[in-house]
């Protein structure tokens, strides 16, 4: 049995595009092109059935490391704590106060884009510190 070798990961959301775009900042990610036969996006989502437009909306690490994010529209809202969730690793090999510095800088980038900080877990025997957010839509992720 051969092991998988690439996935993707899947956001239920309300504004698709919208929320893609902030991944795409927050992880230097990138918007593939659109679909052969059409100039942008727009021109694709303009074709779809009106019930299909802004539905959807992807990204991918440009280096091709990374997984493809995938954004699609639900209907229902958010209503509880993630069962998964990214962690963005900023502060992978930094410890005390170095660490703390890269995760709060980080962490005011993220503010302008729109994310909420939940709060900062500092580090104990077992862990490194990190800060808890939310993304633009409320989905909790880790700055580690």
């Known amino acids: 049995m051969s092991s998988i070798k690439q996935f993707q990961v899947t956001f239920d959301c309300a504004e698709p595009e919208r929320v893609a775009r902030f991944w ?7 918007v593939p092109p659109p679909p052969k036969g059409f100039a942008t996006w727009d021109d694709f989502d303009r074709s779809q059935p009106p019930e299909d437009q ?3 909306f ?4 440009p280096s091709g490391v990374g997984p493809r994010l995938f954004f699609q529209r639900v209907p229902e809202g958010k ?3 993630n069962r998964m969730h ?11 106060e170095e660490r703390l510095a890269t995760l709060e800088a980080e962490c005011a980038r993220l503010l302008a884009l729109g994310a909420v900080r939940m709060r900062l877990l500092l ?3 077992d862990n490194e510190s990190c800060i808890v957010m939310q ?8 700055l580690d």
Request: proline fraction near 0%.
């Open 79 to 81: 209503v509880a704590k």
């Open 24 to 30: 795409c900042e927050v992880l230097g990610y990138v």
């Open 58 to 61: 992807a990204c991918s690490d």
């Open 123 to 125: 580090a104990d025997e």
């Open 135 to 142: 993304d633009i839509e409320g989905n909790e992720f880790c």
């Open 54 to 56: 802004g539905s959807w």
């Open 86 to 96: 990214l962690c963005v690793r900023v502060g992978t090999g930094l410890v005390g």
